[in-house]
């Protein structure tokens, strides 16, 4: 018995066309552990760093950042985005919640923040947010002392993530400044 199948002629051309957007999207996505790099147009590379836990005491959340570069500078703002998955004891508002980057003493804080994402099990909030790239340029030339904090009004919580600290210095050798 023969149990080839015929395809017809347009299923060919389908089947053709989506082999190639297959390979054309896994080449324009390069991976590594911690980031995903996408050539978009004109020439911008897009840069994902992965999400990271930060952990306390009574606290959990998840952070990450999407990075524009076009001729070896930064082409937007730096998207920072943040998931509250546990919120400290006593803190109720969520509004208030303030994300920055301590280098130094220097805090740069996210700005243009705007709530996603609320009560999605186990996601108490989900944020989105910018940082300055002039902001960003300070973290990278200062990535061995970068402190993240979530700041609930008078109550920090304050972590270094090494992690986080590498990646972003890894954007010395992609940026021109």
Not at 8 to 21: D, M, N, T, V
Not at 149 to 172: H, L, R
Request: contains cysteine; proline residues 3%.
């Amino acid at each position: 018995m023969n149990y080839s199948i015929r395809l017809a002629k347009s299923q060919k051309w389908l089947f053709a066309f989506l082999l190639l957007i297959s390979i054309f999207l896994f080449s324009s996505c390069q991976t590594s552990e911690k980031v995903l790099t996408f050539a978009l147009e004109d020439d911008v590379q897009q840069y994902y760093i992965r999400s990271t836990k930060i952990k306390d005491k009574h606290f959990l959340a998840d952070i990450d950042f999407t990075i524009r570069v076009k001729n070896g500078a930064l082409y937007d703002p730096i998207n920072v985005n943040y998931s509250i998955k546990e919120l400290p004891n006593g803190v109720e508002d969520l509004k208030n919640v303030t994300v920055g980057f301590c280098v130094h003493d220097t805090v740069y804080s996210v700005m243009n923040k705007k709530i996603i994402m609320k009560n999605v099990d186990p996601i108490k909030f989900r944020y989105t947010s910018e940082l300055a790239p002039e902001d960003f340029l300070e973290l990278v030339h200062n990535s061995d002392d970068i402190k993240i904090q979530f700041m609930f009004g008078d109550y920090i919580i304050e972590s270094i993530k090494p992690e986080i600290n590498e990646t972003i210095a890894n954007f010395n050798i992609i940026l021109d400044d």
